[in-house]
């Protein structure tokens, strides 16, 4: 089955600055790449995501590249906000199948 | 209703009881995937229900472990004689279709202690 592995399991940055996130995958015919948001005690909400025919898409100061030779994908996070701090997941997931989640990543943002 | 709805929000109970999780989808969601969250942990997948094709159980920790999904709609996660280690927050998703790569909808989860 699928195997995701995301890196690294914390980051600590301080505001404004950049976070990036990285995820690989195992199955080649993954393609659909989702990141999940999780604030402390709240369920996981979809933040955005990715399709295969593509390898960038960006959301305000979010964006997710995919490189499908490599079978990683990232998630980087411009201009941090406190409010930004939260475990996020990535995911990976082939038609038919189940979605399968990374080990996840906890985000500190320090004022 | 608006979201995927899960029933229980808490249980305990005793060590080598069973217990029942239910989890309500979105309506008309066909894929609904049951997922286990332990204190500080990733999201663990237990099991995948794909429209009327055979559930993925490939997840499921043990055979005291079962899920079933009735009418295509609500769908019952069973434990059997839990163990303490089977304590965590059992989470519930559901998505529009199993072939289509649509978002997956949480529920609010079931948080399992087992004494």
């Known amino acids: 089955g699928e195997n995701v592995e995301q890196h690294p399991s914390t980051l600590s940055v301080q505001e404004g600055d950049s976070a990036v996130i990285k995820c690989t995958y195992s199955d080649s015919a993954s393609n659909y790449f989702p990141w999940y948001k999780q604030e402390l005690g709240k369920r996981p909400q979809l933040i955005i995501d990715i399709r295969s025919n593509v390898g960038e898409k960006k959301d305000q100061r979010i964006a997710v590249t995919l490189n499908k030779t490599a079978k990683h994908f990232s998630l980087h996070i411009t201009e941090t906000q406190p409010e930004d701090s939260a475990v996020y997941f990535c995911?990976?997931?082939?038609?038919?199948?189940?979605?399968?989640f990374g080990k996840g990543t906890s985000l500190l943002v320090t004022p | 209703g608006a979201g995927v709805s899960q029933s229980p929000s808490n249980k305990v109970t005793e060590k080598g009881k069973d217990v029942e999780l239910r989890c309500d989808p979105i309506s008309g969601h066909t894929a609904l995937y049951w997922y286990r969250q332990s204190l500080g942990q990733g999201l663990e997948f237990l099991i995948y229900f794909q429209g009327n094709s055979a559930p993925d159980k490939s997840g499921l920790p043990s055979d005291r472990f079962s899920a079933e999904r009735t009418g295509g709609s609500v769908s019952t996660l069973t434990i059997q004689r839990t163990q303490q280690e089977d304590s965590a927050v059992y989470l519930c998703a559901s998505s529009l279709a199993w072939a289509a790569n649509t978002e997956a909808f949480f529920g609010q989860g079931t948080r399992l202690t087992v004494v």
């Open positions: 995911a990976a997931k082939t038609a038919g199948y189940a979605l399968n």
